[in-house]
């Protein structure tokens, strides 16, 4: 039986801003049973690059692997930045032209996913699978 829901939580963080960066991502089926966990090194980012760079990761993930899934996918994306979460949903303008530019990249990449897709904001308490991948990332422990 293939999966017709998952939920991914990202996130990204930089060791100042900009700085050394990195994305996590955590992927669960609908009932929390992980399904993957990764993270990745970005160089020197800053903060908010490595947040949209983690959604643009899960979405190459789901991509990759999309033919694990059924037809009618659903994506919960859970983050605890609030401004990539306003920002993806249209509710803030994004001023930035290189954020603009992942966004656009983000766009896409949903659109190959071939899913129904929605970005929640969380707590970052509700993050901490995420977040130790960023942190396993930049300690080049992956």
């Known amino acids: 039986m293939q999966l017709s829901h998952i939920n991914i939580y990202t996130d990204g963080g930089s060791r100042k801003n900009p700085g050394e960066a990195a994305s996590g991502v955590y992927i669960t089926d609908k009932e ?3 399904l993957a966990g990764f993270g990745k090194r970005l160089g020197v980012q800053t903060n908010n690059y490595a947040e949209y760079m983690a959604v643009i990761l899960a979405l190459e993930w789901v ?3 999309r033919d694990t899934f059924s037809e009618t996918l659903t994506i919960a994306f859970c983050m605890d930045s609030l401004l990539v979460c306003s920002q993806v949903k249209g509710l803030w ?4 032209e290189a954020i603009g530019n992942l966004l656009g990249i983000l766009r896409e990449k949903q659109l190959q996913a071939n ?3 929605t970005y929640t904001h969380i ?3 509700k993050n ?3 977040d130790r ?3 396993l990332a930049l300690d080049n422990k992956l």
């Open 128 to 130: 901490k699978e995420a």
């Open 63 to 65: 991509i990759a692997h």
């Open 32 to 34: 929390g049973n992980p």
């Open 115 to 117: 899913a129904v897709v």
């Open 123 to 125: 707590r970052r308490e």
């Open 93 to 96: 303008k994004v001023k930035s």
């Open 133 to 135: 991948y960023v942190n």
